[in-house]
């Protein structure tokens, strides 16, 4: 996905299909869109929020530092944090400019407690972003496609089927 306060678009490699979305706006109002409007919810979304600490630090009752550790070769701190739905965990980049480096949601209300992990590469702020890190460039010449041909590129396989709740 990339979205430059006017378009999103979202690439599906293995499909080679793309779609583009006028939203123009902040991040915020995306990320609403794609929830209410389109159905397409994104679980490390509130890491990309402007009040992000405000919607992380909602329901928590449990709050661990776990010291650091490395990953990829980033050094990091963990810690881990308890709501009565979820346990999640965070690694932020230590050193100047930190950043989060990996988030993982384990949810506690279905059995085995699945889990959603998102780890940033590339990772820039300030200074170093640039207006044009942010323009689709098509690197396989993929083809446009409504948002309603991009089959596959959900969460769930196309052969999935929801049941009734139990």
């Known amino acids: 996905m990339s979205f430059d306060g006017k378009t999103l678009t979202v690439l599906g490699k ?12 902040t991040l915020d109002h995306l990320l609403d869109e794609l929830k209410d409007t389109y159905h397409r919810p994104l679980p490390a979304a509130d890491l990309l929020l402007s009040n992000s600490y405000d919607e992380l630090m909602r329901d928590v009752v449990d709050v661990k530092d776990l010291g650091s550790g490395v990953i990829g070769g980033i050094e990091c701190d963990y810690l881990a944090f308890r709501t009565n ?8 980049a230590q050193g100047k400019h930190p950043y989060p480096y ?4 384990t949810s506690k209300l279905v059995s085995g ?54």
């Open 14 to 25: 293995n499909l080679n299909l793309y779609t583009q979305l006028d939203v123009p706006g």
């Open 85 to 92: 739905d979820v346990d999640w965990q965070i690694w932020v």
């Open 102 to 105: 990996r988030y993982v949601i």
């Open 113 to 166: 407690g699945p889990q959603y992990t998102i780890q940033t590469r590339n990772w820039k702020s300030g200074g170093e972003v640039t207006a044009t890190d942010y323009i689709f460039k098509n690197p396989t010449k993929a083809d446009k496609v409504e948002l309603k041909d991009l089959k596959g590129a959900g969460d769930l396989p196309d052969h999935f089927v929801k049941g009734d709740a139990k």
